[in-house]
């Protein structure tokens, strides 16, 4: 138990010494300010990732599944992207005259990706107005196109050392 995390009263302490004997068990812990002191080892508690935690991501994914259903259903299971818009994937769709006729199947689902070129991040709180669906080839190629447009705006160096 030396080095290692418990938590006292929620907060994240590191147990540096335990000293052994009669009477109550003290240790002596560093909390996340970097304080030290010395308490009873009991009440500290193992941090929480040593339980199983059930149940945190089936709701999650069940509710982002539920939006894509929803944002495809919505744009009639077919891909999204016109040409000339800010979601077009810079193929020119001519068959379609501009528009893609690429459907959605179980096999072949449809991306939904946020209108704006956004974080990833925040993209997965956006309601569905700010999604679209788009096929696979066009998600690629839209992804790839903001990428590019991404290193324009924002100089990466190549190296800092
Ligand atoms: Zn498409
Ligand atoms: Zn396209």
Do not use: E, K, V, Y
């Given at each position: 138990m030396i080095g290692r995390t418990y938590l006292e009263r929620g907060e994240p302490v590191v147990v540096l010494i335990r000293w052994n004997g009669p009477g109550p068990r003290n240790v002596l812990i560093q909390r996340a300010d970097g304080s030290k002191v010395v308490r009873p080892f009991r009440g500290l508690r193992r941090p929480k990732e040593e339980t199983p935690m059930p149940s945190v991501n089936p709701p999650t994914n069940a509710k982002r599944r539920d939006l894509q259903a929803q944002v495809i259903t919505r744009d009639g299971g077919a891909c999204q992207c016109r040409t000339g818009?800010?979601?077009?994937?810079?193929?020119?769709?001519t068959c379609g005259a501009g528009r893609c006729l690429t459907r959605h199947t179980p096999a072949a689902p449809l991306h939904v990706v946020a209108r704006?070129?956004?974080r990833p991040e925040s993209a997965a709180a956006?309601?569905?107005?700010d999604l679209i669906a788009l096929c696979d080839s066009c998600h690629r190629a839209l992804l790839t196109r903001r990428r590019k447009t991404r290193n324009r705006t924002v100089p990466v160096p190549d190296a800092l050392f």
């Open positions: 818009t800010p979601t077009a994937c810079g193929r020119p769709h704006d070129d956004i956006l309601p569905p107005g």
